[in-house]
C-alpha cells in the first residue's frame, strides 16, 4: 500500500512538473536567459521515480518491522471496543500531531512571506519605462576600433543605424545596466567649493550615450537629455540624478554647475581642466535592486570618456512599437 501510495504521488507530481514548466516559461520575462529552452529533464524524472520507491518501501516497512516485534495479544487487548490506548502509542499520537501541525505552520508562514514579498517587488517603480525596450550586447573588434574616435564613431553609426529599423523608436548605448547593480563609486570635486580631497563627497558613476533617458523612460526633470551634439570635439557634459542636487545643491539650481571625478580622467579639450558641466537632473532609477535608491548618482556621456580604452560592457538599448517578431 505505501509503494502504491508513493508511487501516484510521483505519477501525480510528474504531471504537476509538466504543466507547470509551461506555465512558469509563461509567465517569465522575454529577458530571461534561455527561458523558452527550460523543460523537465528524464534524469531528474528518473531522480525522482527511484526516490518515489524508497519512500514507499521505507515508510511502509519501518509499521511491519514495528508491528513484527509486537505482543499479538497485548495489541488486541488494547484495540478492543472501549480499551484506552497505552501511555507509549498516546505520546507517539500527540508528537506525531504537533509535528506535523508545526511544519504546516512553517510552510504557510514561508508561502506567505513570499506570496508577500512577490506583490511587494510587484509595486516597485523602477524609474524608468523597461517596456517595449530591448538591450543587448555587442563586441566591437579591436583593430576597427583602436582609437578614441574609431570607438565613438562605433557606437555613433551603430545606433544610428538601429534607429531607422523598422517599429524602432529610438536606441542608445550604456555601460551599467539598470537594476544590474553595477557602477563605480569615486569622490567628486564641485567647483568653486574648497573641500580636503579626503572629505569630498562620494557618488556613483555611470556612462550612457545620446538620448538614453529618452530611450530608457527616464523622467529629465531639469535641463537636458545628451545628443548627437555632446561630442569628442565639445565641451565635457553629465547629467544628475535628483539625490545628487537635492544632496549638494538643496537651495540652488544645479544646471550649469561643475564637476570634476576623483579618478583620473583626461579631458576633452586640452584647455579644459577637467570639469564637466551639468546640463541635466533625471529621476533617481533603480541601479542596485529594488530598494529605493537614494545614492548620489552621475552620469557621463560615453564618447567623452572613451580615452586610449575601450570599455568592456556595451549594451545598447532599442525602444519599439509593436512587436519586433
Known sequence: ESVLLAGMGGVLGTLLAFWATDVIVA???ETLTRVADTELDTRVLAFTAVI???????????????????????????????????????????MLVVGQVALALVLLVGAGLLINSFVRLQ????????????????????????????????????TEKLKVLPRVV?????????????????????EGRAVDPADRPSVVIHMAGPNYFKTMGIPVMRGRDFTERDDLNA?????????????????EDPIGKRLAPGFSTLPVRDDESGMHEIVGVVANALFD??????????VFLAEQ?????LPTDPHFFIRYRGSLE
Open 123 to 158: 509595486q516597485v517603480a523602477p524609474g524608468c519605462d523597461p517596456q517595449q525596450v530591448l538591450a543587448f550586447n555587442v563586441a566591437p573588434s579591436a583593430a576597427r576600433t583602436s582609437t578614441p574616435q574609431q570607438i565613438a564613431e562605433f557606437y555613433r553609426e551603430l
Open 305 to 309: 570618456q572613451m580615452r586610449g580604452a
Open 235 to 251: 565641451a565635457p557634459v553629465l547629467i544628475v540624478n535628483e539625490a545628487l542636487a537635492r544632496q549638494y545643491f538643496p537651495n
Open 289 to 298: 535592486g529594488p530598494n529605493p535608491d537614494s545614492h548620489p548618482r552621475y
Open 27 to 29: 509567465l517569465s520575462p
Open 52 to 94: 518515489s520507491l524508497a519512500t514507499g518501501v521505507a515508510f511502509g516497512l519501518a509499521p511491519a518491522l514495528l508491528v513484527s516485534t509486537n505482543n499479538l495479544a497485548e495489541s488486541l487487548k488494547e484495540g478492543r471496543r472501549g480499551a484506552t490506548a497505552s501511555v507509549q502509542t498516546t505520546r507517539t499520537r500527540n
Open 170 to 190: 529610438n536606441a542608445s548605448v550604456v555601460f551599467q545596466l539598470p537594476l544590474s547593480g553595477s557602477g563605480a563609486t569615486t569622490s567628486v570635486e564641485i
